[in-house]
């Protein structure tokens, strides 16, 4: 049997396993009075649907939405510009099953007898053409019966004009944002999302280890980066971050790899983390090239038990801003009295930066199944910068690490 | 003397090359009658200042602006959170000097003497904090003695809500959207710009090449993915479209690689290309893995042919849609008489899809420096996909080609 026979098999076999975190969202939607919800970024319309549509995630422009009805999520409905199709109809992780289209774009059809994967892309080709974006999302919500509704619209997918002109063609619906709406749902992971980002940590901390194999007196940033990605890319993840300094260097927080030259002595600061199927990591690690001096020793174990005195303390109830004072008393205390942060992690998802927010002023509280990067950067201007962020789950009791090594400071010889 | 001095010198000794058209900027705004421009978008705010922030590339909201006033762009002001500021010190091609930070954010400082690039670094931390994105253009824009004029800001950058509080708090200014204008803008690239582009295409072809020297018999469409973005990072570039597909498979128009064997007498289209310092390449390629049957050499010359006769006439003058026209025709008449498309390729630059549009409606008019994509695609459900695409800069007196391969059916013993 043909491989791809397998796979549609299986496809129809049983149900895509899910992103989305539907109880989460239909307790959201009614605890807001929310009947509907609208993604229209990137990063939702896969979170909600499953369906990653190549250019609205390389470009700004490309309209794609997902209609979620509070009432019956199985009834949601993608919107998605014909040129696009073919996605949904290849990617086995698309659950949402009502599709309505938009826009002209040329497929010819064989006169050959279609399989299960071209038949479904003919299916979804023969559907009327709803002309545009907005004119398909305005039919898709009268159609569902929710022209006088509550809808939330995620605004950050939209192109300029068109909440405008949705508000226009709806003028009995109540329209509000729905982007930080979507963002409280992502913050609990369903177990699909967290073995993606373990699989993403893993990869991430496989291409750290392969950076650091090629670093010796004399080797560059940019050798290092190209190993690094070059790993990621053999795991099939995708270079998103990846700062990579050595010595002073080190102290830019987005360090940039440039033809630098590793010297005896120096730290090396890795920030980084690819994207795996959609979903994202951010880790950081250190190295020295021979003997650290003793300010690197004391600096990085006070950083380093920063972040683990924060991540013992980690439970559901727990609230963020507690996480932040912890983490930032412990390294004063072991080290750098000094040292001031900003925050000291964040969620992390489909996008780098979900909540909960591990800042001071942060009203997020810990919740069971949040996916979270702990953090301790410390950036001295002339001298280096230093850092660990560690990927955890949140568990009933405390914490699942992501993390295979050790967030404290490797001594390359 | 240490490496990291040299570049500091080599940075201060010549200007940053220009990947924005400051001649065609002036015209154009002149033309408009606007008296400065705002870019906002990641992409504007790279080609309009050289500075390229990781964080507004790689996530939906961190704000960074250029203003740009038509009286004396070098007066021209980058707005930046200050967590991206070393970005800004680091990176050798941002021309922009006045810079305007907003946002807290912690890096300490040694009492070590500071080289040149954290000197700088220092500089930029030290400039007063303007509180937020927008309050921080605000004042750039009042301090610039624009208060009172006509000014194009990109709109597709902001966050919702912004565009209002913009308006509100300059109710003496003229506010237009600018994305557009500045899309026209870059539809003529500079040479830094035709450099860029060149090394990106050229990549894009080594990387074509590493995925075809695994393609054999059982092959799957995941290894050839894995070798095409493993050279593209070897080369210091990043993965963006990697459609790569077999067989009926490739008749999907972004068809992902997956686990589907090569099979002996099976088309393998490739629809590919990545990011080489922020410029992209999207170029396409068919190979077929032993003999072309009769309908497969007959449609990709066909299809080719199309491509050819469309280059041959390119100059400045011709018109976007007389190509298109040529290209279908030739399609038609050599071997697909049912030939249909949308368009026939499209500008590009740091976006994907630059000016000028090559569509039968388009009014768009080839002029000399733009760098084009010109592409015949066939999507056949049940069949196969085919597509020729190469990438080119328009000269005085034609073209010059980016490619070193031909476009035509590489065949695979």
Known sequence: MPHE???QESRRASPAPMLLNAERLKAVM???GIDAVVATSAENVTYTSGYWALSQWIRRGPQIYVLLPAADLAASEIIASTTLLDQIADQQDVWVQNVRRYGYFQVDRSNAPLDDLDSRQAELYALPDNGDAIRALVAAIQSAGLSRSRIAIDEMGLLPGHWEKLCGELPDARLVPGFQLLRRVRAVKTAEEIARLRRVAWITEASIDAALAVAREGATEGEMARAFHGCTVSHDAFPVIGC????????MPNVQPSATRLKSGEVIRLDVGGRY??????IARMAVLGEADDKTATYVRALHVGVLKALEMIRPGVKASALFETAVE???REGIPHY???????GIGVDGYDLPDLTPASKDVIEEGMVMCVETPYYELGWAGLQVEDM????????ESLMTSDGGLRVMR
């Open 340 to 346: 001031n942060r900003s925050h000291v992690g964040h």
């Open 330 to 332: 412990a390294v004063r």
């Open 392 to 399: 955890i789950v949140v568990r009933s009791d405390g914490i």
């Open 277 to 282: 199927k959609h979903y994202r990591a951010d």
């Open 244 to 251: 990579i300094g050595f010595g002073t260097r080190a102290a």
């Open 30 to 32: 009614k605890a807001e």
């Open 5 to 7: 026979e397998v796979l």
